[in-house]
């Protein structure tokens, strides 16, 4: 299971309910104390169940970097929900301490894409948290000027420390998967090098699409200064870019050295870019409890979409229910000076189709 969903999860509930999960589905009642990560009368990371030995080092460490980490999780998580909303499988959460559930035992493209959006969620909230000023051992950005800069513009700007959320979160994610040890060609293996490899993928996405921005200074918009630095871009990018991984995923297997080379060696070689796999997935289109798929019966669907939202595909063949539904939005929407925009409340009435 993927141990930031865990975290993510913790960081959700109420601050007076909060409950530190396992990965092994237990689950103890704890206090919550923001200012000195307290737990009733224990620190944060010994009611933590389910963090590695290194991981537990990291979170006596750093204890104001694990708020953030959780953060990071969730933003993953709600990124992947939305990139499958149109799916059969849409990325559920389930009511246990897995989030994912059963789905995540099986080394698939869904499980490659849950950990690399995960990694992304941390890199992306720490380096931020650092700009902000919210951890004691980072500050604004460092990064050096990009060379392309022109020579009258200043660099050094207060931006997100990417350098410094790569370095934890590899450090911190990784170290769960880095500290097993299984026999080289066994399957165990195998999945522990497909976690760490999609792990640095989603890093590496967010690495990738980090940007120079710019602000201008001077008199009446003339922009004769530009001061400029290192920022993240919007998290929904990095979701489609790792989508668009998902879809050319490669299946990978281990080879008689142990090590995970292509299934079809046909195809280029993954880079470290990429999503990997070494299981296929279920199909996703009834409820099975051993696989952990949730099916698609009641799902909404597209009647007129002949893509994976369409009723054809994402009911299974089994058909559909038509029926009305009532749905308020907004409409008549006017701009006031100044400076608000003031709508109505509008009802219609919609057909939507449901999956038998």
Avoid at 32 to 45: E, F, K, R, V
Avoid at 137 to 159: E, I, M, N, Q, Y
Wanted: hydrophobic content about 30%; aromatic content about 10%; glycine content about 8%.
């Amino acid at each position: 299971t993927c141990y930031c969903c865990c975290f993510a999860l913790f960081f959700s509930l109420s601050p007076a309910r909060r409950v530190a999960f396992d990965c092994e589905r237990k689950a103890v009642p704890v206090h919550w104390s923001s200012q000195a990560y307290i737990i009733g009368a224990q620190p944060l990371c010994s009611q933590l169940v389910g963090l590695s030995q290194g991981q537990k080092k990291l979170c006596q460490l750093y204890q104001d970097h694990m708020q953030y980490i959780g953060e990071g999780a969730k933003t993953g998580i709600r990124e992947c929900q939305y990139q499958f909303r149109h799916r059969r499988w849409n990325c559920s959460t389930v009511d246990n301490s897995s989030v994912f559930g059963r789905v995540m035992q099986i080394g698939s493209r869904e499980t490659a894409f849950t950990y690399a959006i995960s990694a992304a969620g941390v890199v992306n909230a720490v380096s931020r948290a650092c700009r902000e000023g919210e951890l004691s051992s980072c500050g604004c950005s460092r990064a050096a000027r990009p060379k392309d800069l022109p020579r009258d513009w200043l660099w050094g700007g207060c931006g997100d420390n990417l350098n410094y959320g790569y370095r934890f979160s590899r450090e911190f994610v990784d170290a769960r998967e880095r500290e097993k040890s299984f026999p080289k060609g066994s399957h165990e293996n195998a999945r522990l090098l497909m976690n760490l490899h999609n792990n640095e993928a989603g890093r590496r996405i967010v690495s990738d699409l980090a940007h120079v921005s710019c602000k201008c200074h001077g008199v009446s918009g003339s922009c004769s200064l530009k001061t400029c630095w290192l920022q993240l871009a919007d998290f929904r990018k990095v979701g489609d870019a790792l989508k668009e991984k998902y879809d050319s995923a490669v299946a990978m297997k281990l080879n008689s050295r142990g090590k995970l080379v292509q299934m079809h060696s046909r195809f280029n070689p993954p880079t470290n870019h990429d999503l990997v796999y070494i299981e296929q997935s279920p199909d996703y289109c009834l409820k099975n409890q051993s696989t952990g798929s949730l099916g698609t019966v009641g799902r909404l669907c597209n009647k007129t979409s002949e893509g994976m939202d369409g009723c054809e595909l994402m009911c299974c063949g089994r058909g559909y229910d038509q029926y009305k539904a009532q749905i308020v939005e907004r409409c008549h929407c006017k701009f006031h000076w100044c400076c608000y925009v003031k709508c109505k409340r509008c009802t219609k009435i919609v057909d939507q189709f449901v999956c038998k």
